[in-house]
């Protein structure tokens, strides 16, 4: 049996279609649109996830969420080899590392970023524009300076490594620093490096097949 990503449009299973197309595996795409009111995932994914989130695969009995685990889950069992960091400990090290990083240091300020442009809108009209004073100077005051500290050690690993692991060709590591990347490009953050990852990225034919499959996606509007 194929394995089913259930993919959610503008998540971050857009990043596990890429790598199950660079590994060849067999795959079936369970679409899931938005609520356009709220942006949130519909109430189906319940039934796959109790969480509601996206990505999903479902691969005979097994269920399993969390892009992360995901990600080694689908190499470990269909990589034959492939997609693996180099023979050697720095490799391996930076290659676990920017797996967890993406999730663990760098999304939850993209998703605060969000929350912030979103919240003034939900909040009743007459608190409106206090509500948004006060998350501006929040975004000016500690989300811009963090995120601009995430940008820069990202930009000095890339201005020394073509791939987060270091070799010379993706890793776990790049499929999980993908959403991470195209925000970065999307909000137009780093320099020369980034960006040229971002290039090698965009060319490689896995991830248009990716791109093409996946359906609306706005982080890679820019890349």
Same mark, same amino acid.
């Given at each position: 049996?194929?394995?089913?990503?259930?993919?959610?449009?503008?998540?971050?299973?857009?990043?596990?279609?890429?790598?199950?197309?660079?590994?060849?595996?067999?795959?079936?795409?369970?679409?899931?649109?938005?609520?356009?009111?709220?942006?949130?995932?519909?109430?189906?994914?319940?039934?796959?996830?109790?969480?509601?989130?996206?990505?999903?695969?479902?691969?005979?009995?097994?269920?399993?969420?969390?892009?992360?685990?995901?990600?080694?889950?689908?190499?470990?069992?269909?990589?034959?080899?492939?997609?693996?960091?180099?023979?050697?400990?720095?490799?391996?090290?930076?290659?676990?590392?920017?797996?967890?990083?993406?999730?663990?240091?760098?999304?939850?300020?993209?998703?605060?970023?969000?929350?912030?442009?979103?919240?003034?809108?939900?909040?009743?009209?007459?608190?409106?524009?206090?509500?948004?004073?006060?998350?501006?100077?929040?975004?000016?005051?500690?989300?811009?300076?963090?995120?601009?500290?995430?940008?820069?050690?990202?930009?000095?690993?890339?201005?020394?490594?073509?791939?987060?692991?270091? #070799?010379?060709?993706?890793?776990?590591?790049?499929?999980?620093?993908?959403?991470?990347?195209?925000?970065?490009?999307?909000?137009?953050?780093?320099?020369?490096?980034?960006?040229?990852?971002?290039?090698?990225?965009?060319?490689?034919?896995?991830?248009?097949?990716?791109?093409?499959? #996946?359906?609306?996606?706005?982080?890679?509007?820019?890349?």
């Amino acid at each position: 049996m194929p394995i089913v990503l259930h993919h959610l449009d503008n998540s971050r299973s857009q990043r596990i279609l890429w790598l199950l197309e660079e590994l060849g595996a067999p795959y079936e795409i369970k679409n899931y649109k938005r609520d356009p009111a709220t942006q949130r995932a519909p109430p189906e994914l319940l039934k796959v996830n109790p969480l509601g989130k996206a990505p999903v695969i479902t691969d005979g009995d097994i269920n399993l969420a969390e892009s992360g685990a995901i990600i080694e889950y689908l190499i470990q069992k269909y990589g034959n080899g492939k997609l693996a960091p180099l023979e050697t400990e720095t490799s391996k090290v930076q290659d676990l590392y920017f797996l967890h990083y993406a999730e663990g240091s760098a999304m939850h300020l993209f998703v605060s970023k969000l929350v912030y442009s979103l919240a003034p809108d939900q909040a009743p009209w007459f608190v409106r524009p206090l509500v948004r004073l006060v998350l501006n100077g929040l975004s000016t005051g500690y989300l811009e300076p963090e995120i601009k500290k995430q940008v820069d050690f990202v930009e000095s690993h890339l201005s020394k490594n073509e791939w987060f692991a270091g #070799g010379s060709g993706p890793t776990g590591a790049d499929f999980s620093m993908a959403m991470v990347i195209e925000i970065f490009t999307m909000y137009d953050y780093g320099g020369p490096a980034i960006k040229e990852y971002a290039k090698r990225v965009k060319a490689r034919t896995a991830w248009q097949k990716a791109m093409e499959k #996946g359906g609306e996606y706005k982080y890679a509007a820019k890349m």
